[in-house]
């Protein structure tokens, strides 16, 4: 599986580029396809982020993530 940097992930908050992911517990999810996501937006997140300490404000589980496609693992240090 392909892996990204922070940056990489940055740019796919859907203003970038069309691409629009979100990373949790180092796995990115493309969230395109999303009515939740549009625009790289949901309610007060950004997309290209990673939302793993965003989950614990939120009113759902991480089972979420299961109905989004795997892009790829997030990298944290750039090497």
Request: glycine letters at 6%; proline letters at 1%; charged letters at 35%.
């Amino acid at each position: 599986m392909k892996t990204y940097s922070i940056a990489q992930l940055a740019l796919r908050n859907g203003q970038d580029k069309e691409d629009i992911w979100v990373a949790f517990q180092g796995i990115i999810y493309d969230v395109k396809k999303s009515r939740l996501w549009r625009d790289g937006k949901h309610y007060e997140h950004w997309a290209g982020q990673d939302l793993t300490q965003e989950l614990e404000d939120a009113p759902h589980t991480d089972k979420v993530f299961e109905r989004f496609e795997v892009v790829g693992h997030l990298i944290k240090n750039e090497e």
